[in-house]
């Protein structure tokens, strides 16, 4: 579906002397304090700026046009290795906060720069797990996000369309949702507001979060997408209920597996998250060459073989699905579960790692993550 006559809510310049997309900021809402959002993060990305919410300890939510080629005019493997993501600030140029690195990045298959209106999500994977905050709960039900309901929105973006030197503040501003037929959208696919009266999300804001009280709880429900030219008018967010399925396609842990809710075919329930199963490809125990070989981003190895892994608690019950058992590693880096001599089906038995070799520094099992691009 093409919109005449709208521009992204794209990347705030980052400094005055650099030149890359613009992005949406909130006009005309007010400057929050350290804390008071400490799931919403900035994004540094290819000279400019884009907003983005922590959803879970390794995963950031964010607009697809925030890390998409096409719009940052550089390629995946150079927004990867240059994006940056920070936590606990709320002026970027002031102070840096907690900054971390991306792993990898996810836009939306079906992302249209020139067809704007729907699919403008994207999935940034963090370096290092963020631990020591609670994630922002996302919205999958569309029942719980009618036109009208009242939002209060969060971006780093500019507080005037007509100085792009003011990002790089977090701020928040309340909104109320309209339907999308002022600007030729459509309810199902988006969020929309109307901003006649001075207030909404303009350049720098794109990726950053929509928050509604659903059931007395804050849940994201919209993605900053876009707006008209000017940030007068309307702005539109992409709607979190209609992306489900490419959310938990890569985050599938926001959708608890159990006994009344199970993996599809071809995964397994482990601790309430679906994984692939065991020995296939991808999944725990497959042999890998590197982490991106791998669901988990985790290849290990000993000296004979390398195979997909993750991170475990030695000594812990259940730490490891059935087969597997949690071993220490020789790098310090802790424990990895690796196959039991008789493990599964494909298990290699006593010609994988002898139990010898777990803790000999020279040829024991490490980790290697997946590889930064």
């Known amino acids: 579906m093409r919109i005449p006559g709208l521009v992204l809510a794209t990347c705030a310049l980052a400094s005055p002397a650099l030149a890359g997309p613009t992005q949406a900021p909130i006009i005309g809402g007010t400057n929050t304090t350290v804390g008071q959002f400490p799931n919403v993060v900035a994004l540094q990305v290819g000279g400019g700026l884009c907003t983005g919410t922590l ?149 720098g804001d794109s990726g950053g979060p929509s928050f509604a009280t659903i059931d007395g709880q804050q849940w994201q429900v919209g993605v900053t997408s876009f707006g008209d030219q000017n940030c007068q008018q309307f702005g539109a967010d992409t709607r979190t209920d209609a992306e489900e399925a490419f959310v938990l396609e890569h985050v599938p842990e926001l959708n608890p597996c159990d006994a009344d809710n199970p993996c599809a075919e071809g995964r397994t329930c482990f601790q309430g998250t679906c994984i692939a199963d065991p020995f296939s490809p991808g999944g725990i125990g497959s042999e890998c060459a590197d982490g991106p070989e791998c669901e988990s981003g985790q290849c290990a190895s000993s000296s004979e073989e390398s195979l997909c892994t993750f991170a475990c608690a030695t000594g812990t019950d259940g730490a490891c699905p059935d087969g597997f058992e949690c071993r220490d590693t020789s790098g310090g880096a802790g424990g990895v579960c690796w196959p039991t001599d008789e493990g599964g089906c494909c298990s290699t038995g006593n010609g994988g790692v002898p139990t010898s070799l777990i803790g000999v520094a020279a040829v024991g099992l490490f980790l290697r993550r997946r590889r930064r691009r």
């Open 55 to 203: 959803l879970t300890k390794d995963w950031v939510l964010t607009a697809a046009h925030c890390i998409d080629p096409n719009v940052v005019g550089q390629s995946e493997a150079q927004i990867t290795s240059g994006l940056r993501i920070h936590f606990d600030t709320v002026n970027i140029f002031q102070s840096q906060g907690t900054v971390v690195r991306a792993s990898q990045i996810f836009k939306h298959p079906g992302f249209d720069l020139n067809n704007l209106g729907m699919h403008d999500i994207g999935l940034v994977r963090l370096a290092t797990p963020v631990t020591d905050r609670a994630p922002a709960r996302v919205n999958f039900d569309p029942a719980k996000a009618p036109v009208g309901i009242a939002v209060t929105m969060v971006g780093y973006g500019v507080t005037s369309r007509s100085n792009p030197n003011s990002a790089g503040t977090q701020r928040v501003v309340d909104q109320t949702s309209v339907s999308c037929a002022i600007g030729g959208g459509s309810d199902a696919d988006l969020l929309c507001f109307s901003q006649v009266a001075g207030k909404g999300k303009c350049v």
